[in-house]
Structures are given as structure tokens and as C-alpha cells.
């Protein structure tokens, strides 16, 4: 497969591990804040130009083996690809730590990356309240689909996390609560990343313009909220 591009070195995606990042281009929702519009956006004809091949990114790490230890996939929604599985096994077998993102919306094909064993960690978005999914142009059969990936992760033998990117109109203050009442209803331990909103670059430009939490509102969420299944920290 062809990928929309490769982070040769990346020090952050995978905590604790050097890693590759690869990722993919497309994506079913347009959420106002994304950070990567142009994987998200039909490609330019440059962009399509500059595309990475499968092969091409097996290479490099066949020859940083030892050196690189993770590979993270991210997007765009890389589930979209039935074809990065045949990806994420190659790189298991060559003995990396596979990490995927995803907000969640294949719970199906998600099921079977599990069932195959080609993946290590699942980093899922959670971006706001259910009942205001609508705000990143979710359809609600997306919204289904999400919580049932939701239920798939919490009863998976594997480490998962999910990640609230924390901009103010699209996850309000009264929308933190009813993350965690979700998540605690899986009655299951989880760890629930805050992450901080950068308006650098935003798929709809009016979002540069939006002010994101102050820190101290983020970590008074993380003192009230932080319990013995709830393992919520600011990233
Ligand atoms: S933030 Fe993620 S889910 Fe939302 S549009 Fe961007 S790539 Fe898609």
C-alpha cells in the first residue's frame, strides 16, 4: 500500500519507545480542529506524488532494526485501509511493537487486528460527549460504531488508551463528565489522556482563532477526576 507519509524518528507518538511513524491518508470525519487537513483533504496532485511506498518503509526498517523499536500508524483514520493489515503484520513479524490510532469507527476490522495479534497498543479518540459527536460531522452510525470499538478495547487483552484532544467548543466543560461516565461504566481500569489543543494548523481555519483550556483547569480535572480505575493524565 502507499502511505501519505513517514516520520523517520519520532520520540513522542510511542512513550517510552523510539519509533517510526507512518501515516495514512483519509479520513470519515472532519473534525474542525484536526491538525492534519491535508491527510484529511483530497490530495494535490504534489501530495499524491510524494507518497510513500509500503516497501519503501519495510526497508527502512529492516535497516533500523535495533535501533527503531516501535512503529506507530496514525492518519487520517487508518482503519479505512483493510490493506494496512497485511502492513501491520510484516512489521510484527520483524519484531516491532505495533501501535495504532484511531477514533474507533471500525470496530470490525478493529476486532480482527486483535484476533491476529498484529497489534500492541490502540490509542482511540474519545472527543467529546456522545450525544455531541455531531460537532466533528460524525454520522450516528459512527457514533455506534465507536462505542462498540469502545467495548471491544476494554475487554482486550492488550494495552489501549483513549485521548480527548481538549478544545473548548468541541469538548465543553460539561461534556468531561460524561466521558468519564462512559468510561466508568466499562468497569474496567483505563488510562484517559487530556491532550492540549494546538491551534497551529486546524482543518477549519476559523479554530486557529479558538482559545484553548487553561492548564489549571485541565489539572484540577485530573485531581477530581484520577481514581483506582480511572488513570487520567495531561499530555
Ligand atoms: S482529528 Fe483525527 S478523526 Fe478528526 S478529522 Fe483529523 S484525522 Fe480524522
Not at 89 to 112: I, Q, S
Not at 153 to 170: A, F, G, K, N, Y
Request: net charge negative.
Amino acid at each position: 500500500m502507499k502511505f501519505a507519509g513517514l516520520q523517520k524518528l519520532d520520540l513522542l507518538n510511542c512513550p517510552g519507545r523510539v519509533s517510526a511513524t507512518v501515516f495514512t491518508r483519509g479520513c470519515n470525519f472532519r473534525c474542525p480542529y484536526c491538525h492534519n487537513p491535508s491527510l484529511v483533504l483530497p490530495p494535490t496532485e504534489a501530495e499524491l506524488e510524494a507518497q510513500v511506498d509500503e516497501e519503501e518503509i519495510i526497508s527502512y526498517l529492516d535497516k533500523r532494526r535495533g535501533m527503531i523499536e516501535a512503529v506507530a500508524i496514525t492518519g487520517g483514520e487508518p482503519t479505512l485501509h483493510p490493506e494496512i493489515e497485511g502492513f501491520m503484520k510484516k512489521v510484527k513479524e520483524m519484531g516491532f511493537f505495533v501501535k495504532l490510532d484511531t477514533n474507533g469507527t471500525n470496530p470490525d476490522f478493529l476486532k480482527k487486528l486483535l484476533k491476529e495479534g498484529v497489534v500492541d497498543y490502540v490509542a482511540m479518540d474519545f472527543k467529546t460527549a456522545i450525544e455531541h459527536y455531531d460537532r466533528v460531522f460524525a454520522s450516528s452510525s459512527a457514533v455506534e460504531a465507536f462505542k462498540a470499538s469502545l467495548k471491544l478495547l476494554s475487554s482486550s487483552s492488550i494495552d489501549w488508551e483513549v485521548r480527548t484532544t481538549c478544545v473548548p467548543s468541541v469538548v465543553t466543560k460539561e461534556d468531561f463528565p460524561k466521558i468519564k461516565e462512559v468510561m466508568d461504566s466499562l468497569g474496567v481500569k483505563y488510562k484517559w489522556y487530556l491532550q492540549a489543543f494546538n491551534p497551529a494548523v486546524t482543518l477549519d481555519e476559523s479554530y486557529s482563532e479558538e482559545l484553548a483550556y487553561e492548564q489549571g483547569f485541565l489539572e484540577k480535572l485530573v485531581s477530581e477526576y484520577a481514581d483506582e480505575k480511572c488513570d487520567i493524565r495531561i499530555r
